[in-house]
């Protein structure tokens, strides 16, 4: 339970990261139509909108998750 | 000469854990990210709802599947072929995500890798007490996304 919750955290602080990459990288109705779909409660227009305006996901996650992990690297280094 | 440790010294090393280190390092980096939001954060608060609510969904899924990807691998490395060896070379970690159907399929064994490699991190740095190079702690980190690539290329 603590392992789900803290894998949790992290994926919050790396979504977090991809998504301020997504906003950056669209004009702005692009945004509003991804935002309006991912928040319409139809799984099928917001999977099919995250695959139409973020079709590189995995690769912008991983590149992500990388840098948060060596970060929180970081604040061990200093800490320990 | 050998300095004499004080009474309240060994009560100081036993409060330092893995799981303490990553977990107060980790509440930094949580706090620094939420100072530096920009214009970003309405588009990023509305949407990270959904992906969230998805990672827990298929988060408890994954195991399951990662263990049916496993035999898999393991029958197609009987395959004689070279299609076969090839299928069974595929990283298990990424099929096991992607088998759960989803966009954010693979985003468990992402942050799985994450957690393994902070608790090294910190295990071996607590261990080292602070004496280890940044390179070293990286790369603990970075064999843990390798998703055995690394060790195909050897």
Known sequence: ?80 | MERRKTEAEPEIEAEISPEGAVDSATSKVEEKESIDADESFGFVSKTKEWFSDKYKDISAGVENKYEKAKAWRAKEIRKPTKKGLLLAAKDIDKRAGRLVGDVIGVTPSIIFKIIKGLYKFGETIIKKKGKIGFGEGYDIGEEMFTFGEKKQKN
């Open chain 1, 1 to 80: 339970m603590q392992q789900e919750k803290f894998g949790l955290r992290i994926f919050n602080l790396v979504i977090n990261r991809v998504l301020k990459k997504v906003y950056f990288s669209l004009d702005e109705a692009s945004r509003l139509d991804l935002e309006k779909n991912i928040t319409s409660g139809d799984e099928k227009a917001g999977e099919k909108a995250v695959k139409k305006y973020i079709p590189n996901f995995e690769e912008l996650f991983e590149e992500q998750a990388k840098i948060i992990e060596k970060e929180i690297k970081e604040e061990i280094a200093k800490e320990i």
